[in-house]
């Protein structure tokens, strides 16, 4: 079958670039791994390279693929430079913390923690934004719907998951139906689901749009502890502990 390219993406670590084409009426993808690209690689050596081995990046297509390379090099510049160091040290909350997570750009974070809530926090100032309180236990499993950090979910040992609004911290919708501890959860990268999986062996979709549960997944036998979606949305995968 005919191969066209449909768009390229950018995989910073490790160094790549994804190949999005249609085959048969089918999007798929393949991989060019850079994994060897330095800051001093010559770029156009490389690109030639690549062209020779890979049929579907074409002459008109090479200025594009040079362009992602010296982004990854720049990306690889500024890891060079950077040094971790302490930045803040904040007195979160009275009990003990469960998570933390980022907005995309980092500009702020949540915490949640044993004494029902989930805080968020200014980045770069460390003050407390606000407080989003209602669940009746520990706030176990936090996320912001990367990229776009205009909401944050909340998963519980109440049994259920609260989501809020960043802007005001009120509470749009408590996603009621799982009989255990909620203890992960994920919005998918679309921002139009979010996953629950919980102590009651079972993971739940929820369409954050309407409140509604869109489906249960069942046929783990121990508690689902990890799950994650992929880049387009349309799959899940889940994990339990044990055997």
Request: net charge neutral; with cysteine; charged share 25%.
């Amino acid at each position: 079958d005919k191969m066209k390219l449909k768009r390229f993406l950018l995989r910073y670590y490790p160094p790549g670039i994804i190949l999005e084409y249609i085959q048969g009426g089918e999007v798929k993808t393949k991989s060019i791994d850079l994994l060897d690209l330095s800051t001093t690689t010559d770029v156009d050596a490389l690109v030639e390279d690549i062209r020779k081995a890979e049929p579907l990046i074409t002459a008109s297509r090479k200025d594009q693929i040079v362009h992602l390379i010296l982004r990854l090099q720049e990306k690889l510049r500024q890891q060079a430079d950077h040094k971790f160091y302490l930045f803040k040290v904040l007195r979160a909350h009275i009990l003990p913390l469960t998570n933390v997570a980022f907005n995309k750009s980092g500009s702020c974070f949540i915490t949640g923690s044993y004494d029902r809530t989930c805080k968020l926090w200014d980045t770069a100032s460390g003050e407390e934004l606000r407080t989003l309180e209602g669940h009746r236990n520990v706030v176990y499993a936090i996320a912001f719907n990367n990229p776009y950090g205009d909401k944050i979910a909340t998963g519980s040992f109440d049994k259920t998951c609260k989501l809020w609004s960043v802007d005001t911290g009120k509470c749009y919708y408590t996603f009621r139906g799982h009989t255990a501890e909620i203890v992960c959860l994920s919005f998918n990268l679309q921002s139009t689901l979010v996953a629950t999986g919980s102590m009651d062996t079972t993971a739940k979709l929820w369409d954050i749009q309407d409140g509604e549960e869109v489906v249960t997944l069942t046929g783990h036998s121990g508690e689902i502890i990890a799950l994650s979606f992929n880049t387009t949305g349309d799959r899940i995968i889940t994990g339990h502990s044990g055997e």
